[in-house]
């Protein structure tokens, strides 16, 4: 039975309902519902996608779009978990098996308390090098440079920067410091030639992740 709680949406009335009642409707029914619920995980933020509980259960709503901001991406909406988001939208069957809200729009929008925590602290994941992550995957990729550095060319320190990319590569390499130009050329050389990482999570996609190392000669 749907409840009987309507909210105007653009002078129009539009029937609120729970999750488990959008969940219950007919893929046939083209009208669209008010659903209010908490952010519990973002699926995605390039196509929008993310899981909205309420107590009555979760809902997957893909494609979100806010109509006081044409253009406006989904990461421009700063949603994240913990979010309290009121989002209108009718329901679908994607591949039919999965249950989800297409197109949403975004209606109302409160910040929760993950909007008081560090993007770093946010993460799911740090950057994971041959099987460690974080500080460890850092150290154990410090090691794996020592191993493969030339030592005919020189003595003295070179710290390198980096940034583990979403695709796990390491880009944007540059020297940092140097006790010795004569070393930077093979600094690099090496830090270049690192084996893929796993790149960092948050909000369940790959984020870039800066990093620096010394290369002791």
Partial sequence: MLLALCVAVNGLAQQHLTVKEFLRLSPSDTTSYVVTGVVEKVRSSTSGSFYLKDATGTLLVYGLQDPAAAGRSFKQMDIVKGDTLTVLGRFTIYAGTTLEMKD????????????????????????????????????????????????DVGKGLVTVSFVVGRNGRVQEVQVFRSTNPALNEEAMRVVKSSPKWKPALADGEPVRMPYKVDVVF
């Fill in 104 to 151: 949403g729009r975004l209606l109302r929008k409160a910040d929760g308390p993950e909007h008081n925590v560090s993007f770093y602290d946010r993460m799911e994941r740090r950057p994971v090098f041959q099987g460690k992550e974080g500080r460890e995957g850092l150290a154990a990729f410090g090691r794996w440079v020592q191993t493969h550095v030339r030592r």
